[in-house]
């Protein structure tokens, strides 16, 4: 019989991988440490002499508890005033070119391009094509079939393949862009900025209904900068700006007496140029908005 502590190490160490795999399924940072939360306790009611790979046993747990969570959080969303945006999740200072391809997945156009999917769709294809494990695993991890597994991922993959939701852009393009999104703002012009937007940028925003932001979803170059400028110019160009990682690319956290008041991530087309902008402004997203330790 495993002892106490054997069941939490044996937890902990799967943990940062639970709270990945949770996160790209719900996007939500809270709905997630609640999923690995209840993964965990029901974990301390097993018998581990009787589970012959614990960490199968836990990432099959924790999906089911994700799909659930995922298919509850849909029917909330109904009610959610203005554009909803994942929950930004800050990662440090630095990317590191190994993990780039998984730093790519948890990208919010990535997360937002993953609500299209169903819920079974979005975990199979996170556990097969992000997490690398072999079909017979995710069909048992979900309670499917083999042959019902393949297709979710099959249709999951074309999803992700048009929408081009997923590919790395250069750390150096990416610090370029920054310089230059940072400048704009603060010098209230956007010529340095302007060669480096696609015609077709989006700038979304969410605060929730608890303070202003857009409440739908703004298009175009010409529209777009000149909201950077004269809107974003004024509110912000007083405030404090940090570049950090936050959802596998760099961002900003805009803070304003010591609060924070934003958080912007980006998303860029394949030819490197600037397609979103994401504004998160709900305080309820920004209240957990610390490093994490996640896959």
């Avoid at 002892?3 to 997630?32: C, K, M, V």
């Avoid at 937002?112 to 690398?132: N, V």
């Avoid at 940072?182 to 010529?191: C, K, L, N, P, Q």
Wanted: aromatic share 8%.
């Amino acid at each position: 019989m495993q002892t106490g502590t054997s069941y939490i190490a044996i937890f902990e160490q799967a943990r940062p991988r639970l709270l990945g795999l949770a996160y790209r399924i719900l996007g939500s940072r809270a709905d997630a440490e609640d999923a690995v939360q209840d993964t965990f306790i029901k974990w301390q009611q097993q018998n581990a002499d009787q589970i012959a790979n614990p960490a199968a046993w836990l990432t099959s747990a924790c999906s089911r508890r994700c799909i659930d969570l995922l298919r509850a959080a849909y029917r909330k969303r109904v009610d959610y005033v203005g554009t909803w945006l994942p929950e930004p999740i800050q990662q440090g200072a630095t990317l590191e070119a190994e993990n780039a391809a998984l730093a790519s997945s948890l990208s919010t156009a990535f997360l937002l391009m993953l609500e299209r999917l169903s819920p079974k769709e979005r975990a199979a294809y996170l556990l097969h094509d992000i997490f690398d494990m072999p079909y017979p695993e995710v069909a048992a991890a979900l309670d499917i079939t083999e042959v019902a597994c393949r297709k979710l991922v099959s249709r999951a993959k074309r999803n992700v393949e048009l929408s081009q939701a997923r590919h790395v852009t250069p750390d150096r393009r990416q610090r370029q862009l920054l310089a230059a999104f940072e400048s704009a703002i603060t010098s209230g012009s956007a010529a340095g900025l302007m060669p480096l937007l696609a015609d077709d940028i989006r700038l979304t925003a969410d605060g929730g209904g608890k303070v202003s932001a857009l409440l739908h979803v703004l298009h175009g170059m010409q529209p777009v900068s000149e909201f950077l400028v004269a809107k974003l110019g004024l509110w912000w160009r007083d405030c404090q700006w940090q570049q950090v990682v936050i959802n596998g690319g760099h961002g900003f956290i805009i803070s304003q007496n010591g609060a924070i008041s934003a958080a912007i991530s980006f998303a860029y087309d394949r030819q490197y140029r600037l397609s979103d902008v994401f504004i998160m402004r709900n305080p309820q997203k920004l209240a957990l908005l610390t490093q994490v330790a996640i896959r």
